[in-house]
């Protein structure tokens, strides 16, 4: 990498955005390509002064909260958005820091849990820990949210697919409701004293954008789980779930258990996992 890469990555950012993608007439005829200093710097609300020395390689040590808003006034994807933090992590040396003590707690399931989960086949269930990551689950599960993108990548979070993964909007139709409910969650861990939770947050807040970012500023909300949930699935199109929550207090991990909310949902989850018609039976009609 070169000594200024991400002060380049910025440049070609800024180059690459028209004036009409973030609202600006596209005034007289430019010079450069795409946004003046000026013009992004007045979008995303920093100094001219400031995003200069970023481009340019004098500083070093920008903020979470500026790399944030830089990336929404650019109207940066996931991935670039993933590729800023890292370029920013690599040239201040905080990457050297990202050491097991700042990892998120509880990346493993104990084997009992995992023998538990093994009881509720065919049922669709997962073991997360405080931050949403899925530590383990069922093939019911995988077969009822893996189509829908939920467990891509290495270290699959429910939190991050939805407030990062553009899919999760689809698939949730009540996806306001579940991303509230996700924040308040997180918001109450912080609040516990969880030295890892504000470091979570301050990342997704990056990755994610306002979308998440203004969720966790706005006032505090209770931390529920819904009872139900709606998913729309490739295949079998919308579902009703009921969901139950099992906490494992020793640890800070928690099982989340589906069930079909109505007989349609009941004969697709039966369908999904290849069981005799009726081996899911619904809770709820209606």
């Given at each position: 990498m070169s000594d200024n890469?991400?002060?380049?990555?910025?440049r070609a950012r800024r180059e690459a955005v028209k004036p009409a993608d973030v609202g600006l007439p596209d005034g007289p005829r430019r010079r450069t390509p795409g946004l003046r200093r000026s013009e992004l710097a007045t979008v995303a609300g920093v100094s001219v002064e400031y995003l200069t020395r970023l481009e340019q390689g004098r500083d070093r040590n920008p903020?979470?909260?500026?790399?944030g808003n830089l990336a929404?006034?650019?109207?940066?994807?996931?991935?670039?958005?993933?590729h800023l933090r890292n370029l920013s992590k690599t040239l201040n040396g905080s990457a050297a820091l990202c050491t097991s003590a700042n990892r998120p707690p509880g990346r493993t399931a104990r084997p009992t849990v995992r023998a538990l989960l093994d009881r509720f086949e065919p049922a669709?269930?997962?073991l997360l820990n405080r931050l949403g990551d899925v530590l383990a689950r069922t093939s019911g599960y995988e077969r009822l949210f893996g189509p829908v993108g939920l467990l891509d990548g290495d270290r699959p979070n429910v939190i991050s697919y939805t407030f990062t993964d553009p899919r999760a909007k689809a698939a949730f139709p009540e996806w306001d409701r579940i991303a509230d409910e996700h924040v308040a969650a997180l918001k109450l861990e912080a609040a516990n004293d969880d030295v890892h939770t504000p470091h979570f947050i301050s990342e997704l807040s990056f990755m994610a954008g306002k979308e998440f970012a203004e969720r966790v500023a706005g006032p505090p909300a209770p931390a529920t789980?819904?009872?139900?949930?709606?998913?729309?699935?490739?295949?079998?199109?919308e579902l009703r779930l009921a969901c139950e929550v099992l906490d494992l207090f020793d640890?800070?991990?928690?099982?989340l258990a589906y069930l079909p909310g109505d007989t349609a949902t009941s004969?697709?989850?039966?369908?999904?996992?290849?069981r005799l018609p009726g081996a899911l039976r619904a809770v709820h009609d209606g």
């Open positions: 890469e991400l002060g380049a990555f910025l903020s979470m909260q500026v790399l929404d006034a650019l109207r940066m994807t996931p991935d670039e958005r993933n669709p269930a997962v789980v819904a009872r139900r949930l709606r998913l729309r699935h490739p295949q079998e199109g640890d800070g991990q928690r099982i004969a697709a989850l039966d369908r999904l996992t290849g």
